[in-house]
Protein backbone atom coordinates (compact mmCIF):
# COMPACT_ATOMS: atom_id res chain seq x y z
CA UNK A 1 0.00 0.00 0.00
CA UNK A 2 1.54 3.48 -0.99
CA UNK A 3 1.68 6.27 1.75
CA UNK A 4 2.10 9.94 1.51
CA UNK A 5 5.31 11.27 1.48
CA UNK A 6 3.84 14.76 2.55
CA UNK A 7 5.90 17.70 4.57
CA UNK A 8 4.39 18.77 7.21
CA UNK A 9 3.27 21.53 8.16
CA UNK A 10 2.96 23.07 4.84
CA UNK A 11 1.37 26.50 3.54
CA UNK A 12 -0.56 28.01 0.41
CA UNK A 13 1.13 30.50 -1.27
CA UNK A 14 -0.91 33.24 0.50
CA UNK A 15 -0.17 32.10 3.96
CA UNK A 16 3.93 31.94 2.41
CA UNK A 17 3.41 36.01 1.24
CA UNK A 18 1.99 36.94 4.87
CA UNK A 19 4.87 35.04 6.24
CA UNK A 20 7.43 36.75 4.10
CA UNK A 21 5.61 40.14 4.70
CA UNK A 22 5.44 39.55 8.75
CA UNK A 23 9.34 38.72 8.90
CA UNK A 24 11.26 38.52 5.49
CA UNK A 25 13.07 41.56 6.59
CA UNK A 26 14.86 39.27 9.42
CA UNK A 27 14.21 35.70 8.22
CA UNK A 28 15.29 34.53 4.62
CA UNK A 29 12.22 32.33 3.54
CA UNK A 30 12.98 30.17 0.98
CA UNK A 31 9.94 28.72 -1.02
CA UNK A 32 9.90 24.35 -1.66
CA UNK A 33 7.34 23.19 -3.76
CA UNK A 34 7.22 20.59 -6.83
CA UNK A 35 7.25 22.95 -10.61
CA UNK A 36 5.02 24.74 -12.02
CA UNK A 37 2.60 25.66 -8.89
CA UNK A 38 3.14 29.67 -8.94
CA UNK A 39 6.14 30.35 -6.45
CA UNK A 40 7.24 33.37 -8.43
CA UNK A 41 3.59 35.18 -7.93
CA UNK A 42 4.22 35.48 -4.14
CA UNK A 43 6.27 38.80 -5.29
CA UNK A 44 2.97 40.05 -6.54
CA UNK A 45 0.90 39.04 -3.71
CA UNK A 46 4.26 41.19 -1.68
CA UNK A 47 3.70 44.05 -4.23
CA UNK A 48 -0.40 44.07 -3.49
CA UNK A 49 -0.20 43.53 0.17
CA UNK A 50 2.51 46.25 1.17
CA UNK A 51 2.19 49.02 -2.26
CA UNK A 52 5.06 51.31 -3.60
CA UNK A 53 7.03 51.84 -0.74
CA UNK A 54 9.32 49.07 -1.46
CA UNK A 55 11.00 48.02 -4.92
CA UNK A 56 10.29 44.96 -6.14
CA UNK A 57 13.30 42.64 -7.92
CA UNK A 58 13.21 39.54 -9.82
CA UNK A 59 16.26 37.44 -10.00
CA UNK A 60 16.82 34.85 -11.90
CA UNK A 61 19.44 33.14 -10.47
CA UNK A 62 20.55 30.35 -12.78
CA UNK A 63 20.98 32.70 -15.58
CA UNK A 64 22.97 35.03 -13.63
CA UNK A 65 26.53 35.51 -13.64
CA UNK A 66 29.58 36.94 -11.18
CA UNK A 67 28.99 40.40 -13.62
CA UNK A 68 25.39 40.62 -13.49
CA UNK A 69 25.67 40.72 -9.40
CA UNK A 70 28.75 43.23 -9.48
CA UNK A 71 32.29 43.70 -9.91
CA UNK A 72 35.32 45.28 -8.45
CA UNK A 73 36.89 47.82 -10.55
CA UNK A 74 39.70 49.89 -10.24
CA UNK A 75 39.87 53.19 -8.95
CA UNK A 76 43.46 54.62 -10.52
CA UNK A 77 43.23 57.18 -8.19
CA UNK A 78 43.43 55.48 -4.68
CA UNK A 79 44.78 52.91 -6.37
CA UNK A 80 42.01 50.43 -4.81
CA UNK A 81 39.26 48.07 -5.74
CA UNK A 82 35.81 49.39 -5.56
CA UNK A 83 32.75 47.23 -5.68
CA UNK A 84 30.59 48.67 -8.29
CA UNK A 85 26.56 46.67 -7.96
CA UNK A 86 24.39 45.64 -11.01
CA UNK A 87 21.81 48.46 -12.03
CA UNK A 88 19.25 45.13 -10.89
CA UNK A 89 19.45 46.14 -7.25
CA UNK A 90 18.42 49.50 -7.64
CA UNK A 91 20.75 50.73 -5.14
CA UNK A 92 21.77 54.34 -6.92
CA UNK A 93 20.10 56.93 -8.99
CA UNK A 94 16.12 57.55 -7.88
CA UNK A 95 14.93 55.70 -5.10
CA UNK A 96 18.16 54.26 -4.13
CA UNK A 97 16.72 54.66 -0.60
CA UNK A 98 13.90 53.23 -0.79
CA UNK A 99 13.68 49.40 0.52
CA UNK A 100 13.80 46.56 -1.52
CA UNK A 101 12.02 43.24 -1.95
CA UNK A 102 13.84 40.54 -3.68
CA UNK A 103 12.99 37.53 -5.03
CA UNK A 104 15.98 34.97 -5.66
CA UNK A 105 14.54 32.59 -8.09
CA UNK A 106 15.36 29.12 -8.42
CA UNK A 107 18.29 30.14 -5.87
CA UNK A 108 19.29 25.98 -5.56
CA UNK A 109 19.79 25.87 -9.63
CA UNK A 110 22.38 28.45 -9.73
CA UNK A 111 25.75 26.98 -9.87
CA UNK A 112 27.87 26.72 -6.80
CA UNK A 113 29.93 29.55 -7.41
CA UNK A 114 26.83 31.98 -7.66
CA UNK A 115 25.35 30.21 -4.51
CA UNK A 116 28.12 31.35 -2.40
CA UNK A 117 28.07 35.32 -3.65
CA UNK A 118 24.40 35.53 -3.29
CA UNK A 119 25.18 34.30 0.50
CA UNK A 120 25.98 37.61 1.80
CA UNK A 121 22.62 38.62 0.35
CA UNK A 122 20.55 35.94 1.71
CA UNK A 123 22.29 36.32 5.34
CA UNK A 124 23.23 39.88 5.64
CA UNK A 125 20.74 41.98 3.14
CA UNK A 126 24.21 43.20 1.48
CA UNK A 127 24.74 43.03 -2.35
CA UNK A 128 28.50 42.73 -2.05
CA UNK A 129 29.79 45.34 0.66
CA UNK A 130 26.48 47.53 0.21
CA UNK A 131 23.55 47.32 2.57
CA UNK A 132 19.92 46.71 1.16
CA UNK A 133 18.33 50.20 2.45
CA UNK A 134 15.73 51.16 4.98
CA UNK A 135 12.91 53.33 4.79
CA UNK A 136 12.81 56.58 6.33
CA UNK A 137 10.33 55.03 9.03
CA UNK A 138 11.99 51.91 9.26
CA UNK A 139 11.12 49.83 6.91
CA UNK A 140 13.79 47.52 6.03
CA UNK A 141 14.28 45.58 3.06
CA UNK A 142 13.01 41.98 2.63
CA UNK A 143 14.89 38.83 0.85
CA UNK A 144 13.34 35.64 -0.08
CA UNK A 145 14.32 32.46 -2.66
CA UNK A 146 12.71 29.79 -4.50
CA UNK A 147 13.31 25.94 -4.88
CA UNK A 148 11.97 22.51 -5.83
CA UNK A 149 11.59 19.66 -3.78
CA UNK A 150 15.39 18.19 -3.98
CA UNK A 151 13.17 14.83 -4.35
CA UNK A 152 11.61 16.94 -7.49
CA UNK A 153 14.95 15.64 -9.80
CA UNK A 154 15.22 19.01 -11.41
CA UNK A 155 18.93 20.36 -10.03
CA UNK A 156 18.63 22.12 -7.05
CA UNK A 157 21.11 21.59 -4.33
CA UNK A 158 22.34 23.92 -1.76
CA UNK A 159 24.65 24.82 0.20
CA UNK A 160 25.19 23.00 3.37
CA UNK A 161 26.29 26.23 5.99
CA UNK A 162 22.82 27.48 4.65
CA UNK A 163 20.43 25.19 5.63
CA UNK A 164 20.23 26.37 9.32
CA UNK A 165 20.15 30.06 8.41
CA UNK A 166 17.06 30.10 6.19
CA UNK A 167 13.91 28.72 6.48
CA UNK A 168 12.31 26.59 4.89
CA UNK A 169 8.68 26.52 3.95
CA UNK A 170 6.50 23.69 2.09
CA UNK A 171 4.33 24.87 -0.07
CA UNK A 172 1.08 22.67 -0.63
CA UNK A 173 -0.46 22.88 -4.11
CA UNK A 174 -3.67 24.34 -5.15
CA UNK A 175 -6.99 22.17 -4.71
CA UNK A 176 -9.10 22.66 -8.21
CA UNK A 177 -11.67 24.65 -6.57
CA UNK A 178 -8.65 26.89 -5.38
CA UNK A 179 -6.68 26.77 -8.57
CA UNK A 180 -10.14 27.82 -10.61
CA UNK A 181 -10.79 31.46 -7.66
CA UNK A 182 -7.15 32.14 -9.55
CA UNK A 183 -8.49 31.63 -13.01
CA UNK A 184 -11.64 33.90 -12.43
CA UNK A 185 -9.89 36.65 -12.05
CA UNK A 186 -7.51 35.88 -15.24
CA UNK A 187 -9.49 35.81 -17.75
CA UNK A 188 -8.83 31.22 -18.14
CA UNK A 189 -11.09 30.01 -20.60
CA UNK A 190 -14.16 28.39 -19.40
CA UNK A 191 -13.05 25.21 -21.34
CA UNK A 192 -9.94 25.13 -19.27
CA UNK A 193 -12.08 25.84 -16.17
CA UNK A 194 -14.41 23.10 -16.62
CA UNK A 195 -12.09 20.18 -17.94
CA UNK A 196 -10.11 21.21 -14.39
CA UNK A 197 -14.00 21.12 -12.19
CA UNK A 198 -14.05 17.67 -13.74
CA UNK A 199 -11.19 16.32 -13.59
CA UNK A 200 -9.81 17.69 -9.84
CA UNK A 201 -6.94 14.88 -9.99
CA UNK A 202 -5.08 16.73 -12.81
CA UNK A 203 -4.10 19.04 -9.26
CA UNK A 204 -3.01 16.24 -7.13
CA UNK A 205 0.21 16.08 -6.21
CA UNK A 206 2.57 13.04 -5.90
CA UNK A 207 3.29 13.95 -2.54
CA UNK A 208 -0.47 12.81 -2.06
CA UNK A 209 0.32 9.17 -2.48
CA UNK A 210 -1.15 6.63 -4.54
CA UNK A 211 -0.85 8.34 -8.12
CA UNK A 212 1.81 6.38 -9.20
CA UNK A 213 -1.07 5.80 -11.89
CA UNK A 214 -2.18 9.54 -12.65
CA UNK A 215 -1.59 10.60 -16.24
CA UNK A 216 -2.07 14.13 -15.46
CA UNK A 217 0.43 14.87 -12.90
CA UNK A 218 4.04 15.24 -12.41
CA UNK A 219 6.02 12.72 -11.15
CA UNK A 220 9.75 12.67 -10.52
CA UNK A 221 11.75 10.95 -13.07
CA UNK A 222 9.02 10.89 -15.44
CA UNK A 223 9.76 13.17 -18.37
CA UNK A 224 6.29 13.56 -19.55
CA UNK A 225 4.19 16.62 -20.33
CA UNK A 226 2.11 17.12 -17.26
CA UNK A 227 -0.43 19.80 -15.73
CA UNK A 228 -0.09 22.19 -13.45
CA UNK A 229 -1.34 25.86 -12.96
CA UNK A 230 1.89 27.45 -15.55
CA UNK A 231 0.60 24.95 -18.50
CA UNK A 232 -2.97 25.50 -17.56
CA UNK A 233 -2.72 28.89 -18.36
CA UNK A 234 -0.91 28.27 -21.36
CA UNK A 235 -3.28 25.77 -22.55
CA UNK A 236 -5.62 28.68 -22.04
CA UNK A 237 -3.81 30.45 -25.11
CA UNK A 238 -4.08 28.05 -27.61
CA UNK A 239 -7.71 27.31 -27.19
CA UNK A 240 -8.81 31.03 -26.96
CA UNK A 241 -6.68 31.26 -30.43
CA UNK A 242 -7.38 27.69 -31.75
CA UNK A 243 -9.90 29.04 -34.61
CA UNK A 244 -6.67 30.56 -36.24
CA UNK A 245 -5.02 26.95 -36.41
CA UNK A 246 -6.02 23.39 -37.34
CA UNK A 247 -7.47 21.05 -34.95
CA UNK A 248 -4.13 18.71 -35.48
CA UNK A 249 -2.05 21.62 -34.73
CA UNK A 250 -4.12 23.03 -32.05
CA UNK A 251 -3.82 19.00 -30.54
CA UNK A 252 -0.07 18.87 -30.86
CA UNK A 253 0.35 22.09 -28.57
CA UNK A 254 -1.96 21.38 -25.80
CA UNK A 255 -0.05 17.83 -25.94
CA UNK A 256 3.57 19.82 -26.00
CA UNK A 257 2.02 21.55 -23.45
CA UNK A 258 -0.30 19.22 -20.54
CA UNK A 259 0.41 15.84 -22.25
CA UNK A 260 -1.07 13.60 -24.38
CA UNK A 261 -3.59 12.25 -21.99
CA UNK A 262 -4.65 15.70 -20.31
CA UNK A 263 -4.98 16.82 -24.03
CA UNK A 264 -7.06 14.06 -25.57
CA UNK A 265 -9.66 14.17 -22.63
CA UNK A 266 -9.71 18.40 -23.22
CA UNK A 267 -10.42 18.04 -26.70
CA UNK A 268 -13.17 15.85 -25.88
CA UNK A 269 -14.22 19.27 -23.94
CA UNK A 270 -13.52 21.44 -27.10
CA UNK A 271 -15.82 19.52 -29.23
CA UNK A 272 -18.77 19.90 -26.74
CA UNK A 273 -18.78 23.24 -26.40
CA UNK A 274 -20.66 23.75 -29.22
CA UNK A 275 -23.52 22.31 -26.94
CA UNK A 276 -23.43 25.36 -24.84
CA UNK A 277 -26.53 27.39 -24.92
CA UNK A 278 -25.92 30.82 -24.80
CA UNK A 279 -27.32 32.46 -20.96
CA UNK A 280 -28.55 35.92 -22.45
CA UNK A 281 -31.08 33.45 -24.04
CA UNK A 282 -31.94 31.72 -20.93
CA UNK A 283 -32.60 34.68 -18.84
CA UNK A 284 -35.27 35.50 -22.34
CA UNK A 285 -36.96 31.83 -21.90
CA UNK A 286 -35.55 29.90 -19.08
CA UNK A 287 -38.32 27.20 -19.04
CA UNK A 288 -38.17 26.59 -23.09
CA UNK A 289 -34.08 26.75 -23.59
CA UNK A 290 -32.80 23.44 -24.37
CA UNK A 291 -30.74 22.04 -21.88
CA UNK A 292 -27.52 20.13 -22.76
CA UNK A 293 -27.55 16.45 -22.11
CA UNK A 294 -23.56 16.74 -21.07
CA UNK A 295 -22.01 17.06 -18.18
CA UNK A 296 -19.01 19.53 -19.70
CA UNK A 297 -21.40 21.77 -21.52
CA UNK A 298 -23.34 22.49 -18.55
CA UNK A 299 -20.46 23.46 -16.54
CA UNK A 300 -19.55 25.68 -19.19
CA UNK A 301 -22.60 27.87 -19.12
CA UNK A 302 -22.38 27.76 -15.18
CA UNK A 303 -18.93 29.67 -15.73
CA UNK A 304 -20.44 32.01 -18.08
CA UNK A 305 -23.03 33.02 -15.92
CA UNK A 306 -21.25 34.16 -13.07
CA UNK A 307 -19.37 36.79 -15.58
CA UNK A 308 -20.50 40.19 -14.12
CA UNK A 309 -21.39 41.13 -17.44
CA UNK A 310 -23.93 38.56 -18.28
CA UNK A 311 -26.47 38.10 -14.86
CA UNK A 312 -27.01 41.73 -14.24
CA UNK A 313 -30.00 41.61 -11.70
CA UNK A 314 -31.76 39.97 -9.56
CA UNK A 315 -34.64 39.24 -12.04
CA UNK A 316 -31.80 38.03 -14.33
CA UNK A 317 -30.49 35.77 -11.18
CA UNK A 318 -34.11 34.61 -11.14
CA UNK A 319 -34.50 33.61 -14.41
CA UNK A 320 -31.75 31.38 -14.40
CA UNK A 321 -32.43 29.70 -11.21
CA UNK A 322 -35.45 28.62 -13.22
CA UNK A 323 -33.31 27.42 -15.58
CA UNK A 324 -30.31 25.82 -13.15
CA UNK A 325 -33.40 23.67 -11.47
CA UNK A 326 -34.20 22.35 -15.08
CA UNK A 327 -30.59 20.65 -14.81
CA UNK A 328 -30.73 16.82 -13.50
CA UNK A 329 -27.34 17.44 -11.95
CA UNK A 330 -26.78 17.86 -8.39
CA UNK A 331 -22.85 18.61 -9.25
CA UNK A 332 -23.39 21.16 -11.74
CA UNK A 333 -26.04 23.09 -9.50
CA UNK A 334 -23.43 23.19 -6.61
CA UNK A 335 -20.74 24.24 -8.70
CA UNK A 336 -23.02 26.81 -10.14
CA UNK A 337 -24.17 28.13 -6.07
CA UNK A 338 -20.68 27.74 -4.85
CA UNK A 339 -19.18 30.36 -7.51
CA UNK A 340 -22.09 32.65 -7.47
CA UNK A 341 -21.60 32.96 -3.48
CA UNK A 342 -18.10 33.01 -3.94
CA UNK A 343 -17.73 35.77 -6.98
CA UNK A 344 -20.89 37.40 -6.93
CA UNK A 345 -22.05 37.31 -3.11
CA UNK A 346 -23.67 41.08 -3.55
CA UNK A 347 -26.11 39.58 -5.76
CA UNK A 348 -27.16 36.43 -4.39
CA UNK A 349 -27.77 37.64 -1.44
CA UNK A 350 -31.46 37.88 -0.94
CA UNK A 351 -32.92 36.50 -3.93
CA UNK A 352 -35.40 33.99 -3.02
CA UNK A 353 -34.53 31.34 -5.26
CA UNK A 354 -30.92 30.87 -4.09
CA UNK A 355 -32.21 31.30 -0.79
CA UNK A 356 -34.74 28.00 -1.32
CA UNK A 357 -31.93 26.20 -3.31
CA UNK A 358 -29.53 26.49 -0.37
CA UNK A 359 -32.05 25.53 1.93
CA UNK A 360 -32.98 22.32 -0.39
CA UNK A 361 -30.06 21.58 -1.21
CA UNK A 362 -27.02 21.99 2.33
CA UNK A 363 -26.19 18.96 2.41
CA UNK A 364 -24.12 19.00 -1.02
CA UNK A 365 -22.22 22.16 -0.07
Not at 273 to 289: I, N, Y
Not at 305 to 330: G, P
Request: aromatic share 8%; glycine share 6%.
Amino acid sequence: MSTAINFTPMVTLEEAAQVIAATGDAITNILVAEPGIGKTSVLKMLKEMMGDEYDYIYVDCPVKDMMDIGASIPNHTLQTLEYYVSSLFKLSGEGANRPKVILLDELFKAPKLMQIIYTRLVLERMVGDLPLPESPSGKKSIVFGTSNNAKDGVGDASLAHMGSRVATLYIKKHTAPQWDIWASKNSIHRIVRTWVSLNPRCMASYQDGGQEDNPYIFIPGNSRKYVCGRTLEKSSITITRRNQMSENAVMSQLSGLIGESAARSMAAFISMEADVVDVLDVLKDPMGTKVPSDLAPQVMMMFQAVEVDVIKTQDDLSSFMKYMNRIDSAEVQAIFFTMLCRDRVKLARGNELVTKWSRDNYVLL
